[in-house]
């Protein structure tokens, strides 16, 4: 004889067992909800008691983090400095079914660092009465130390049918969610899938201006400041300004707003502390609800628990076109679009927005040959396409080393010396995904409409790894706006690996810094065989060129202070691995330098050895038709008034600006295409649509 829960079962009766809900997130029921085709699931997360301590202080910044199966489906806010926070926080899920418990996690948020777990706990929505709703205490665990009392998690939950809901449309949001893990850029809900398929709704620029009357940290009473933002997942960080308690940064960074309503940016102020951890000087937040758009905001903010204040200049705008769409969804394939994009970037329009210098679109058709990295002998691959800021995910094909994706997508340009990046990552459930190969494309080398075959490379771009992926890809852009954008500053990322000491790069460094000595002192021998006459019509020239241009130098000397503070063992160790370090980047940075100067006149980009061309042509001719000597009037007067027009300018050097777009000579090499094996040869087509 049946009892009354597996007979309504067996007649396929929508309704739960009245079961108790475990303290622990567990059940203790045996029979499994028939399943009416799909349900919304609504939580409201109340509140956290006697959660773990993570921070040295005694408290943490807890958030929770909900997930269905191998998806992140909600994110809270951070509750800074609190063991018993209150959330308050709502959030509607649509489920297909309900033999995935909800998984919910709660962590530490570290800026900057690896946030710490702070337990964990499952909620079986099989035990879920349908539409009542129903208060759960949730006793959060540690796998790892299950004795460990980590505190409990308070929610609020009501399930509801969607009987009426189509199964396609639900697995059409499932394929466009963002999956959790360090490449997602914004974790989205399905409800705002549901209303529009732009991934950003617009740009946050701030400026960091300078801080004022900073707590000293120091022995010495002074400061090394530096600021760190976050919204959401973006991150940035600062120059570090020595020994003052006053800085003045003058330093730019972009931010995108991918909920409409805005959200709340956390600014942390920090002195550095060479070999040890930094010391906190104070926090504060800007909420972007508050502030209207298109228009430049001054903020003078006060710093909580610490001492002075940041100046910041906020400025909110409209949208781009970012967008993710299926292959068959063309934007320009239809012709009133594609000559509406061909407009909008057509030469007679160069002073309308120069930061808008182009459109590029991206269809990921399809890899081939993927490395295997689950023990089954296949992978879960998905794709990251990445444009300077811009990141962009593919939904996963499980199971499969022969993906097929079939995703467009589209960017704004800014610049157009930008390099396109397409990774190809294993997703793994509750893990960081595995990388699986990557390719980098700059712009300017891409043909238009062509599908082609790319062989994926490692991490460090210099060599082949296992598989190939198709891609077709479109670019269109204003020459002259590309031109001007080329002589202002990069555009920072916030998403960048951390220097680490290496061996290798060290030594490969050393040996670009040598070739570049090589060069001037080669140039210093062939100075010095001027002077002895070894080809007597060389030095007649070089002798009137000398006294033409003779002038006087004057050498400066600098001294360095010498730190007499006593450091204990390890904070030696410390100590020498950061100027290890140090040492690495600044022989790159003087490679990378002279590598630029000579690929400028070698032509590696076209592009940037013409409009140089261009540039000396142009200032040649005004030498010629003014004097020199207004020329300099008119600089000095721009360069005197600069700061009286525009306070909070960024200074730039527009020749250094110029030199940052040519590749150095690793950037070469990470940029070249390595051909593929015989055996993939991709149907190429030609369109014409693009001129």
């Given at each position: ?126 035990q879920l009465e349908l539409n009542r709703p129903t208060d759960v205490t949730l006793t959060l ?85 530096y600021v760190k933002f976050r919204l959401g997942h973006q991150k940035y960080k600062s120059k ?354 002279g590598e630029r100067i000579k690929n400028t006149f070698n032509w590696t980009v076209p592009f ?84």
């Amino acid at each position: 004889m049946l009892d009354s829960c597996k007979l309504k079962s067996a007649c396929n009766l929508p309704f739960i067992c009245n079961k108790k809900i475990n303290t622990a997130g567990t059940s203790n029921a045996e029979v499994p909800l028939a399943d009416p085709g799909m349900y919304q699931l609504d939580i409201t997360l109340r509140r956290g008691q006697s959660l773990a301590a993570r921070d040295r202080g005694g408290t943490s910044d807890p958030y929770v983090k909900f997930k269905i199966g191998r998806k992140e489906v909600f994110r809270s806010k951070i509750i800074h400095k609190n063991l018993n926070p209150v959330w308050e926080e709502k959030a509607c899920i649509l489920v297909d079914h309900l033999r995935e418990p909800l998984y919910i996690k709660v962590f530490d948020y570290d800026f900057g660092l690896q946030d710490d777990f702070m337990g964990s706990a499952f909620l079986d929505l099989a035990q879920l009465e349908l539409n009542r709703p129903t208060d759960v205490t949730l006793t959060l665990k540690d796998p790892h130390y299950p004795d460990h009392d980590l505190g409990i998690i308070l929610l609020s939950v009501i399930l509801t049918p969607k009987e009426g809901e189509s199964r396609d449309v639900t697995m059409l949001m499932r394929k466009s969610w963002k999956r959790s893990s360090k490449f997602q850029t914004q974790s989205l809900r399905l409800s705002d899938l549901h209303r529009k398929s732009h991934l950003w709704r617009g740009i946050v620029s701030i400026t960091l201006i300078e801080g004022r009357d900073l707590k000293a940290m120091d022995s010495n009473g002074l400061s090394d400041p530096y600021v760190k933002f976050r919204l959401g997942h973006q991150k940035y960080k600062s120059k570090i300004m020595p020994k003052t308690l006053n800085p003045q940064w003058r330093e730019q960074f972009d931010f995108h707003l991918y909920e409409e309503r805005g959200g709340i940016i956390d600014i942390t102020a920090w002195d550095k502390d060479a070999g040890k951890r930094d010391d906190f000087i104070g926090r504060c937040q800007v909420d972007l609800s508050a502030l209207s758009r298109e228009q430049t905001h001054k903020l003078e903010l006060q710093l909580e628990e610490g001492e002075g204040h940041l100046v910041l200049l906020v400025t909110l705008t409209a949208s781009a076109t970012v967008s993710i769409s299926d292959l068959s969804v063309n934007s320009l394939e239809d012709q009133k679009e594609r000559e509406k994009i061909l407009k909008r970037y057509s030469p007679l329009r160069i002073f309308h927005n120069l930061k808008d210098v182009g459109f590029l679109q991206v269809k990921v058709i399809r890899a081939e040959g993927l490395m295997a990295a689950d023990v089954t002998g296949k992978s879960d691959p998905f794709c990251v396409v990445e444009l300077n800021n811009d990141r962009l995910l593919t939904h996963t094909v499980y199971k499969n080393l022969n993906p097929e994706w079939n995703k467009v997508f589209t960017f704004n340009i800014k610049d157009i010396h930008s390099v396109l990046e397409v990774t190809v990552y294993d997703e793994d459930r509750d893990r960081s995904a595995d990388f699986l190969g990557k390719v980098a494309i700059p712009l300017l080398s891409i043909q238009n409409g062509e599908q082609k075959a790319y062989v994926l490379k490692n991490k460090q771009l210099t060599g082949p790894t296992k598989g190939v992926i198709y891609l077709e890809i479109d670019v269109i852009f204003n020459a002259v706006k590309a031109s001007l954008r080329t002589l202002i500053p990069k555009e920072q990322k916030y998403i960048e690996e951390e220097n680490r000491l290496s061996k290798q790069l060290l030594l490969r460094n050393f040996i670009r810094m040598k070739r570049c000595v090589m060069v001037l002192v080669n140039a210093a021998y062939y100075v010095n065989s001027c002077f002895d006459w070894d080809s007597p019509p060389r030095s007649l020239a070089a002798f009137v060129v000398v006294e033409d241009m003779l002038e006087d130098e004057e050498e400066e000397d600098d001294k360095d202070d010498k730190d007499s503070e006593k450091k204990g063992f390890i904070n030696k160790i410390y100590a020498i691995q950061e100027v290890c370090v140090s040492v690495q980047n600044i022989l790159d940075e003087v490679a990378s330098f002279g590598e630029r100067i000579k690929n400028t006149f070698n032509w590696t980009v076209p592009f940037l050895s013409w409009l140089a061309i261009v540039a000396l042509c142009v200032f040649t001719v005004i030498l010629y038709c003014i004097p020199l000597r207004y020329i300099v009037l008119v600089w000095g007067i721009n360069k005197f008034t600069k700061k009286l027009r525009s306070p909070y300018a960024i200074d730039n050097n527009e020749l250094l600006d110029f030199l940052s777009r040519v590749p150095s000579d690793v950037q070469v090499v990470q940029y070249q295409e390595l051909k593929p094996d015989p055996s993939h040869s991709p149907y190429k087509r030609k369109k014409n649509n693009l001129g």
